[in-house]
């Protein structure tokens, strides 16, 4: 079955308004991180969290385990957060990496 | 630091060729993984390294992809004969604890 699943698949905002993405797990975990692929395709790292609650600028991620999910807070978007969001999760002792199949945003002016 | 390279950026063979793609992790990271992204899909994992040993390599296939990471450093990702359906970009990323991965910029592989 589907071990990692984001929505919503797309989403379009206009510049200035606050968005929250999310990502579902199957099983538990011990590893998730969120992930920014630009237009040029290389994968930004965003949040290493496996639970609890980060901030870095304006962006923050909750993880919330036992429920099996985690959100992913864009507020204030602008037009650089264009690009695709990746959660991935890990599980094992060798973290055996799953990732999502993304969330598309695109911010419009 | 300097992150992880990735050589070529960019490849374009035909179908049946070969062809392989080189990664250097960040300095110090033991765990080395190799992903494929299919346009509109997530990366996949091809296979991940611990060291210069295999840790799972499942989703590898294995009829015409090998890789190798021989000291343990840098590692090569061959395909040998390329299919159509081999066109994607394979993604290169490494991490020191096993947890938090950094990834490379990718090279785009086309076969026509």
């Known amino acids: 079955g589907i071990q990692v699943e984001q929505s919503p698949p797309d989403l379009i905002l206009q510049e200035g308004a606050n968005s929250t993405l999310r990502c579902n797990f199957s099983?538990?975990?011990?590893?998730l991180q969120w992930f920014h692929q630009n237009p040029w395709g290389q994968l930004i790292n965003l949040f290493y969290?496996?639970?609890g609650t980060k901030q870095n600028g304006r962006l923050s991620a909750t993880t919330v385990a036992t429920e099996r999910y985690s959100l992913l807070y864009i507020s204030s978007s602008q037009t650089t957060d264009s690009g695709v969001y990746f959660c991935?999760?890990?599980?094992?002792?060798?973290?055996?990496?799953?990732f999502g199949i993304g969330t598309k945003l695109q911010v419009i002016p | 630091e300097a992150g992880v390279a990735q050589s070529p950026r960019y490849k374009i063979i035909e179908k049946r060729q070969s062809v392989a793609f080189w990664c250097n992790p960040i300095?110090?990271?033991?765990?080395l993984y190799w992903y494929q992204q299919i346009l509109g899909q997530g990366p996949k994992l091809l296979i991940q390294?611990?060291?210069?040993?295999?840790?799972?390599d499942s989703q590898l296939p294995k009829d015409r992809f090998s890789a190798e990471r021989l000291k343990g450093v840098d590692s090569t990702l061959k395909i040998q004969p390329a299919k159509l359906e081999d066109s994607a970009v394979y993604l290169c990323?490494?991490?020191?604890?096993?947890?938090?991965?950094?990834f490379g910029p990718g090279t785009r592989l086309t076969v026509t």
């Open positions: 990323a490494s991490t020191w604890d096993g947890y938090e991965q950094y």
């Open positions: 099983d538990s975990v011990n590893n």
């Open positions: 969290i496996p639970s």
């Open positions: 991935a999760k890990g599980t094992g002792g060798y973290q055996k990496v799953t």
């Open positions: 300095s110090g990271h033991a765990t």
């Open positions: 390294f611990q060291n210069n040993g295999v840790v799972d």
